[in-house]
């Protein structure tokens, strides 16, 4: 390795550490938008020897202007930043051309083509033809096989997605790489969530810089090629633990080349629904399309040749879709009081009613693109592309019938501009991109009545009771009721039963805006070094600074949820959710009275007030929390790929990053309750380093097969909703309403808080309601950084070969391991008081004592003479500051008690590519892997949940219990076959049959049950092991494609096309509803189903009960508890047409 | 077997260990409870039995240690306590039987409650008597929740039966216990002597209704039809308080020491019904009425006597200097 070159690129990255203003985050940011091409030419007239000083010209239609080298004096050359295409080599020796055509090119391959030449022969030369003064054409086609890179993965390009079914954008294609999997927020690589993807468009990342996965995202149309990396990746590519999704779009060229296109998927072409059947339950609901069209345009062409070319976009898509609301009552027909049963074992219904919800969404995409050569040697790209989207989407079936729809407005926005420049023969390439992406959401209410606190019902009770929402519960023909009573048919059973029922409000919404200003500075040199072979050095730069400004409120103020019905002998209570805000720190006078009374309230605080900050500060009731914050980041690169031998190359590089993140700007320098200032910087990731290792080896040295290995570690780049949950000020506060549950006859008897549906001031009376606990506060506004945290990278293993069988195929073995050693995650010691976001499982020992000795320090500076000091020479807020230290030392010392995380993911994977030509393509792939841990990723595979390194899985030791077992994304068997195949009938056109297979095990489900804790709840107690439950079915689906093409001309063709998704509409299991009950319980570690029934539950203020849970009758059935699909899509069909010029 | 804890919070919110097996990482130490706190289960050393850990905080330094002090449950609440007998893994959950809870209306509820009554799973005795008990199973958690687990939940049918102050042991029938490979408790972890002992707290005064004064000069002002309601932690015996060792008196004025004039106490079991407080009113009183109405009444008693629970345990009872209460039956 070229020590100079690695300590300069190092120093630069070095010096804009935590002291520079050069800092950024998420610095992903990458040049890899071209591909190269390499190889020897030969002269069979000098014995097959080298051919040296040959010039080399490539050229292309997606190249302006063209790329000429000299080969060395080994007849060596190397072509490098070539936009992905069709090419064409042309030779220039010993006075004679040759010519050597078809070589594609794709973004981040290497290409090998090694050409013969013959300078003496006079009629032929490399089976071509020659005459005087005449091109020798030399037949053949490229190596279909990356000898560059130890990178695994696929290419897809415009042919792909124009004749296999596909999604229509590139976000929905990306899970053709083998091994992937569509998880509930994107598509999940090599075990990993898919936040922790990257995505690469036009040279810029566009990850949405909250939660990281897909933000930016376009139609196939405009793409020329998407490049998905799920490994192997060498240290130009960062900030990634998941996979690396590298986009290029189209450009323009020197003829004026373009496309109109249209797709239709009419509501009539879908089949129906399964409707998904909720036991336990009344409300189901069917999703039902009603139409999804969308028409576009794109147009690419000369603005001057060879000197400014042009390309632009358009494409707006339209669906309307309907949510089928069906309310049903159970039947009991023998009267045994036991709800009936079919022959499957659910329950029976008769139907009440059904209502129609519309939904509808309109994405406008675009893109403009503007390619300029200044020369060969000096190229310019501006791109600008986004994809605003508007809906009006389903909120949820379960509540009030007019609030069962939301609005949001999201997408993005993004420019790119990027500079090329060559030197010296082509063997130095500096480029540089600078970009701007802006992600961002706005949720709202549908309509202003929606703007009130959501109430909530956290039991079961009757449908009935919301008799006066709910617009129509007998069925006018049936005289099928919900009501219940003495004339019901069904007497001794609740008709209609409903859980989690919500009468009012939309609950939690967030206004944000996520903006990354980035920018990226890469030098390549390539470097001979005789006999030890050729270096390709690759060094780079990058910086990046993010947003994350975000708006979180409760619609009306707040969450009003009651937890249980009245019994015979208690009633039930109300969970009041708010946020809240630092008010004032307690002074010492209110300190002392706070210690020394009895009274209940003897702070006189009123009911929007609350203690926080473990009872130093008051919070008062916020009706929003604002919290812009941003991060900055620094990325730099060294890598060399060392060609030691024609055939082997060494793959080495290694990476370092730095995040900062910031505080909330209107946090920093404010003091908190606990006394400290906030500071400017919330938390400093430095010396992430990442080695990088990897070997290509040759044994055909044709570039005709290869044998590889890579070793490598990727840091997270961590998404800033840590930034905006954890460092934004946010503090939720819980009260219990009804707390003493005082009888009617008791004196103190509030009738504010003993009220239920059917109050007309419900709302109201519960605010004044003086019946109240504190359940505590979720969240400090500021959390605690545990000093010395590190950041969270997987370590990856591969070992794999490729092998071309056949002129443009190969066959691929890989395998694959993936570990997550070390994780971010916010924890809490004393049961939920205090958190600190840390590594879990690390020992923290040497901080904590350094924190002793700073809490001492602090006590001797107080004056005090004792922890209960009251005089004046006593400084009480030093004190407090001791013992909020002290506390912390001992949190940092129970670090080391939480479980280890682990992730591990092996996968055997064996491919087989037929590299896409005119008239074939065929990709396919199977992947076995076993994926097993405790910690699934970015978000909560079981919940939904998605808060990125700040989730519930480790804030509280007994969460963790029953955590290991099979993830939620263990998959074992994926298989994965695309295939097109062109018949040309001539005159009368072409005729494309295309196909995609799919065939995926189905997860592994859970037994989940409520966390006793406040602020958690359901779905956090795993009562047995993950994955205790039996999996899902495999699933498969069968997409097809056929199309009639039409040749109006020599340039342009008309083309009409139909593609059938699910062509068996196999509407097979996908999730299972995996809440065994909604009650609060603690898991049975190592426990299995015999154990299940003896779990006790505890009542709604913690304490213990010898009554066993209630079983939620759902359980176990198809259905989801994080959010994510239950059944595969219905068969349906899209009918499309595409004129070509 | 891990630990055994013993109900010794007034508020019935925590449970301590008595007994702690040593050398097992398994045991619990710290865990968060449900008032948002950790609560030490077991040291954190592994070679101490069940003890107490108490902060010691160095003013000079500002530096805390911990102080660690052995022993078992010596202070179990007389009218609620029970025992929780925590295992290292799940054991054979037939130990308990279910029964299934029937509403109000007569129908199932799907839910079930646990019993262990008929399976008796251990000896528990107090006084060296057997103590009749119910209980259940819960299979559910580990060291770091709240409660540990899996246990056994062992509660007295009548915890009054059972004196203050006494000596209890458990001991567990390895025949019921066994886990779900029929493995019976190791016999080096069923104790010493192959039982788990703990004591009850002793009798003691807990309140009083009227208060104790706290001006003399400012006497409370209560209904003449209620009784002065003395308070205990177990369930009083009334007749071992004798009226001749309650001084109560009709005072102008109570911080007049001696002043008043003597009325003959009437000593009985709580009119409401709670076990753990007995009565007092004024023998001279008229009828349905506890004290004479606008009259002002000292009580205290009489130093170094004592009284008894129903089940023979005894305690001291406050000494003058300790409780005096002062009021005055409002007119």
Redesign the interface.
Known sequence: MNTKLFKAFMAVGLLAGPSSLLHSTDASAQTVTAGALRGEIKDKAANNEGAAGATVVATSASLQGEQVVLTDEKGLYFINALPPGIYTLTIYYSDRTFSRGNVQIQIGKEVVVNVTVDSAAKQSGGGGKEGKGEIIEIQGSAPIIDQGSTKIGVTLTDDYTRNIPTARTFGGVIGQAAGSQGDIYGTSIAGATSGENTYIVEGINTSDTGFGGLSSNLPNEFIQETEVITGGYNAEYGRATGGIINVVTKSGSNEFKGSVFGYYKPGAFVSGAKTVQREGGSIDSANNLNYNYDLGAELGGPIIKDKLWFHVGVNPNVTQAHTTRIVQSQIDENGDGVPDKDSKGFTKHEFVSRSEIPENFKTYYFTGKINGAINANNQVQLSAFGNPRTAKDLNGITRNPADTRWAYDDGAYDVSLKWTSKFNEGKTEVDAVAGYHRGFTTEKPYSSSQNVPEIFYNYERSLNDFADLENNLTNATTGQSCADGPTDKYAKIRNCPVTAYREQGLGFLEERVNDRASGIITLTQRISTGAAGYHTFKGGLELESSTYNAKHYYTGGEILRRNAADTMTTQGRWQERTFVAYQSTLTAEQRMTLANSTDPNPLGLTNDQNLCSAGRAICKRAASIQADTKNRSIGSFLQDSWQVLPNFTLDLGVRYEQQVGYAATALQGTVTGDGETVPDRAFTLNNLWSPRLGFVYDPTSEGKAKIFGHWGRFYENVPMDLNVRAFGGEIINFNVLNAKRRPTTDAMYDPNCHVDHGNPDLVSALGQCNDRASQGTAGGGIEYISPGFRGQYTDELIFGTEYEIMADMKLGLNYIHRSLPNVIEDISTDGGTNYLITNPGNNFDGEATKLDQQSAQLFRDSGCKSLDDTTASCNLDKLGLSALTESRANQLRAVKKFDKPVRNYDAVQLTSTLRATKQSLILASYTYSVSKGNYPGLFSTETGQNDPNITSLYDLPDLMANRYGNLGLDRPHNLKVDAFYVFDLKKAGLLTAGGSFRALSGIAHNVLGASPHPGYGVGESYLLPRGAAPRSPVTTQLDVHLAYGYPLSKTTKLEAFVNIFNLFNKQDELNQDEDYTNDFANPIVGGDMNDLKHVKHFDDAGGNTNTTVLKNKNFGNTGSSNGGASLQAPRNVQLGFRLTF | MLSVLVMNDPGL?LEQATFCKTGDPKRPA?????????HQICDDDLSRPAGVDSDV?D?M????STKFTAGGVSDAIPTGWYVRVMFD??IN?DV?E?VE?ID?KG????????HINNTKPVVLKCGGVDVPYD????????A????V??SL?IAPIDPTSVATSASCTVEIKPDVIVDKDNNPVPTDELGTGGTYTFSLAGLQFTGSSPGASADLTMPDVTDPAAPVVISFNGAIDPTSLSANEVKLETVATCDQAGAGTAVTPVIAANADGDPLSLDIADAAAPAMKAFVAGKTYRLTFVDGNSVSDIAGGTGTIPTAADLTICFTATP
Not at chain 2, 135 to 142: L, V
């Open positions: 919110t710290v865990v968060g409870t449900p008032d948002g706190l950790a905080f003013a330094t500002g530096l805390h893994e799940l959950p308990e279910l809870v109000d129908v199932p509820t799907d839910t079930f409650t646990g209980g259940y199973y819960s299979p559910s958690g580990n770091v929740t709240w409660p687990g899996p939940y």
